[in-house]
């Protein structure tokens, strides 16, 4: 959303902003109208290690060019040749369609692809098989062609180029699992137009080509990069990809020729110009008497916030289609009931305003996506708005409605933050500074998801009858608890047979219920679904002994078993725990044979004050009353791939847990 705001921005002013002005410079053609690839077409020599490989990436040549093809017009012409052997099904399927997004105008300029079949034999691509989507798959509009003769043994190739809307900033991925034999990447511009640029994890560093003359050049090459499932399970997602970023940074042919352009500063003196523009002193009345409606003066700063936080989140909604000069007074917002995020932005400014609470605008980044750098001013990173309270040194994330204070996503946080306030200048004009500073973790005890299971046997029926609790706290319950009371109550029901159907396959839960989701209870008490259960799912007779199936009373567990290398770190989203209570009484003339099988006891140090994830089980007796405790926690969200196989056997001990049977025998 918010990066659709600033690409309209900046593509309104680019052609003013980066125009070459009164500099002289030669004009060659583009890049891409020299850029061929070979007549003739055959299989390239691959070695006998890389024959076994279900497919081989031969080249990905990427060409990235910012062209002026008016003397105040520019544009963005990228270009994408690659070769792919496939020696598998799976490769196959992936390489022998390819789809180009039409999004913001993007034309087309030119196709070609061929497939080589393992004796040789080439076949064109076939222009029918071209086809515009309107829609595809809810993405927007593609261009999708397929490739014939695509085979075993064989390869493909494709060449196209397209002509984007000018970005002042931009990414470049390597997210492919196969071995990537040569991969170059080239970024060129006007020679008053200055890139630069910054690789990640991995992906190859851009040089500055230095023979250029007509042209800016940046250009980066790698060989032979091995690749791996881009989906590693508690991997960052395509925060953990091969990456390059590059941005914009000056233009020479301007007046000031050495100032950063598009950096975090210029940004944050954008936006409070934009707030400070929009708000006229009716907002500020308006703003003024909302807050005296709510009467908050005996309140601490904390109930405060979160008392205006409520009362907006439940008035307003935020949407991307509802800008506009007209949708950004105070008045229309909550007239309307709906506004854009510069507008929420606007509402929270002015009513923290008139409460005399302090707050200071963040920006982040969703490090799922790609964490925040705060040593490369990039348009890229800004994406999520946060407000942070320096009196309580807290936050809230004023466009997510399913957000409350102290609990913003999970994944906006545990990184970097480019933090802002506002200054006056002049006479009461208003513009804004800023400083990149951390965003901390989440304590794992404020997140934590707990097991209540109270077991009575009924030897005769062959069942176990229990009272199930489970609770959800903080972002545990972040999926489901601020959206429970907005369910039908066919939605409810169902959505609660769900739960206990997913630790009881043959539960008929009755006097099931929920509690812990109105608004007053956000973040604050725990979400609770309890109910009783009568199930033959965890009571099985051998014999003449019981098999109580005590672990599975935990629920399914992540596991990680199969031992295999390790490429990226370990992200989990949020630091978490888990508690469980499983009681149970003896039936009278019955003993366990194997309690001793629930002590567990595995974590990541020997030295139990450096602990930061562990497992642990372990039971009490009580006469005839036997309490299993189960608790585990991740206090750390990362880990450096060296601590893999710790976090990996910490993982599996749940999953052992998951598989304890405990052995009922008479006496």
Known sequence: MLRK???????????????????????PDPEYKSYKWDDSAKLHTLSADEMKLNEVIIKDKRIIEYYFVAQDTLAMFTTHHFIARVNSDKAIEENNTVYISLANDVKVIDIKARAIDKDGRVTMLNTKNIKDVDNYQNLGPFRIFAIDGVEKGGEVEYLYTVRHQVNVFGT????????HKDIEVDLYSPSHLVFISKSYNGFPDMVVDTLATTKRHLAAQGHNIEGYEPNEEFSAGDGALLRMEYTIAYNKASNDPDKRLYDYNDFCQWLYATLDKSTDKQDVKVATKIIDTMKLKNLSDEDKIKYIESRVKTSVQVREDAGGEDAMSLQNIFKNRVCDAIGIMKVYKLLFDAAGIKHEIVMTSDRYNKPFDGDFDSRTYLQNYLIYFPTTNNYIAPTEIASRYGFVPSDWICEKGFFMHSITV???????????????????????????????????MGVANLHFKQTFSGYEAYSIQPFYTYLSEQDKKDYLNKVFQSYFPDAKPTNAKASGYSESDLYKNPFVVEADISTNSVLEKA???????????????????????RHTPIENHYNHGYHREISFEMPEGYKVTNLNAANMDVYDSTSSAKKTMEFHSYYKVDGNKVIIYC????????YPISMYQQFRTVINASADFNKLVLFLEKK
């Open 5 to 27: 705001v600033i690409l309209s921005v900046l593509i309104s002013c680019i052609a003013i902003s980066l125009s070459a002005q009164q500099y002289s410079f030669l004009k």
């Open 172 to 179: 470049e991925y390597i997210n492919r699992s196969a071995l």
């Open 426 to 460: 002049g006479k009461d004009v208003q513009t804004g500074v800023g400083k990149v500073r951390e965003l901390p973790c989440n304590d794992y005890k404020t997140s934590m998801g707990e097991i209540y299971a109270n077991v009575k046997f009924d030897f005769d």
């Open 543 to 565: 014999g003449n002994k019981y098999l109580f199936k005590a672990g599975e009373l935990i629920g399914p567990q992540s596991q990680l078993y199969n031992d295999t290398t």
């Open 631 to 638: 608790d585990e926690y991740y206090s750390a969200l990362r």
